[in-house]
């Protein structure tokens, strides 16, 4: 099974330019393979395990976006790990020493996806179907310190009353990290930054006990029981369509959690035609994971001509309303892959303002692979340029906001910095002009047929960014 994804790496291509090991590496290198066992003698569990090694570098081998595998020999590299794979027991102790292995690679989507967290948090996202999750992503900040990144609209956390920046302190009245319900979210071995989480909810709970502790000068920890409700974040984002009243206007709202679907795009259209016909201006918010060029140009070309792709020439292609009054988008750290292509574009056509903090600059063209075991193999399969007004290179280049605001997580209460700013900066576009009214029946234009999306995936090209 293999699903093409938006992935991303924060470091520059040259650096992965091969300029020959240094010789003391040299020498491990050889030490190592000096080591590896003699394959004959392999149980059948050690030949399973070394089975999935090399299916993942068959894999690497055929399908890398850089064919020169950044300047590895994959072959030195399968006796070096022979033996610690091997050795391993399945599961997540094999998956951590290929993990290793995948961290010499230096970019960004490349890793292991467990296959419980591919079925309930990634697969359903691309097929537009539900799995029962309690609807919240963790980040550990600090060591052994896990907070709460974000609350799906519509969910089972949200609806307990869980908040963004909460620190989980207990999950079942067991230590959060120890608890065994926390499930590696697909980080980046081989990048620096914070892991991610999802919580797994065992077979025989019907609820959840969480602790949290709201704030830095706590005492107490807040307790809150959630039920976990069957949810994909297409359904988040169309919950999170919404109208905000601030000084006397009104302005519409969505947060984009991914464009994987054409849900998506639906969302949008709904909203303009419907919901946002009496607001004087709109907040797009791209924080979150990335997804489809199809998808992330029709929800791209209500505001501006997406860049042609294929046979999809610019917006042409999709049959959506025009949005004509201003509009700001909102980015963070986190708004990876499409998300970035989708702001390089904004701030090419200079749609409006990008309220936020810079995005990793993480961009390539990632697929899933499934490997012997069940768990899942995400590589980097291609570059994304063309997707790019200018053809930029956005790997390694970091999209900047044009109003830089720091997302101020921990123990936020729920409270949103970037967000609340993006609402201040779109009300100085308007505070000067009169409040929008729509035309009156009688002067309206005749009015498109409302369109059907496609619930069905995107297509062949589908990419995920974590």
């Known amino acids: 099974m293999s699903r093409l994804l938006l992935a991303a790496v924060t470091v520059s291509l040259s650096c992965f330019a091969f300029v020959g090991a240094p010789r003391a590496q040299r020498a491990a290198v050889a030490e190592d393979k000096a080591q590896a066992p003699d394959e004959s003698t392999l149980s059948p569990k050690q030949k399973a395990n070394v089975a999935v090694l090399d299916a993942m570098l068959k894999i690497v081998r055929e399908q890398f976006y850089d064919r020169k595998h950044g300047g590895k020999n994959l072959d030195d590299l399968r006796a070096r790990y022979l033996k610690r794979v091997a050795d391993s027991e399945p599961g997540t102790a094999l998956h951590a020493a290929l993990k290793e292995l995948i961290a010499e690679f230096k970019v960004s989507h490349f890793t292991i996806i467990e296959e419980e967290a591919y079925t309930t948090n990634f697969g359903p996202e691309m097929d537009n179907t539900t799995s029962l999750r309690l609807g919240v992503d963790l980040s550990e900040l600090e060591p052994g310190k896990l907070f709460v990144t974000s609350v799906l609209d519509g969910s089972g956390a949200q ?47 019907e609820t959840m006990d969480l602790k949290l502790q709201r704030s830095a000068d706590d005492a107490g920890p807040v307790a809150v029981t959630v039920t976990p409700t069957q949810i994909n974040a297409i359904q988040a984002s169309k919950s999170s369509v919404t109208v905000i009243e601030y000084q006397g206007r009104k302005f519409g709202y969505i947060h984009f959690w991914h464009f994987l679907h054409m849900g998506m795009a639906e969302a949008l259209s709904r909203a303009i035609r419907k919901t946002w016909t009496e607001c004087d201006g709109a907040i797009i918010d791209l924080r979150g994971r990335g997804g489809s060029p199809a998808v992330m140009n029709a929800c791209f070309a209500p505001f501006a001509e997406p860049p042609a792709m294929g046979m999809r020439m610019g917006g042409g292609g999709y049959n959506m309303p025009r949005w004509d009054r201003p509009v700001v988008a909102l980015q963070d750290s986190g708004s990876r892959s499409a998300k970035e292509v989708y702001a390089h574009n904004w701030k090419w056509q200079k749609v409006g303002p990008l309220v936020g903090e810079s995005t990793p600059g993480a961009v390539l063209g990632s697929t899933f692979a499934q490997l012997p075991d069940g768990s899942y193999l995400l590589f980097p399969a291609q570059n994304v340029r063309s997707l790019t007004y200018g053809q930029v290179e ?62 069905a995936p995107a297509g062949d090209e589908r990419w995920w960014q974590e």
Do not use: C, M
Request: no cysteine; hydrophobic share 30%; proline share 12%.
């Open 159 to 205: 609806k307990a009353g869980v908040l963004r920046g909460d620190r989980l302190l207990e999950v079942n009245g067991k230590p959060a990290l120890e608890s065994g319900t926390l499930v590696d979210a697909g980080g980046d071995p081989g990048l620096p930054g914070v892991p991610h989480y999802y919580i797994r909810i065992p077979g025989d709970r």
């Open 394 to 455: 956005l790997e390694g280049n970091p999209v900047e906001p044009t109003h830089p605001v720091k997302d101020l997580l921990p123990f936020a209460a729920g409270a949103d910095t970037i967000k609340q700013a993006g609402i201040k900066v779109l009300y100085d576009l308007v505070k000067d002009k009169p409040a929008y009214k729509k035309p009156e029946p009688e002067q309206r234009p005749h009015e498109e047929k409302e369109e059907e999306f496609s619930l």
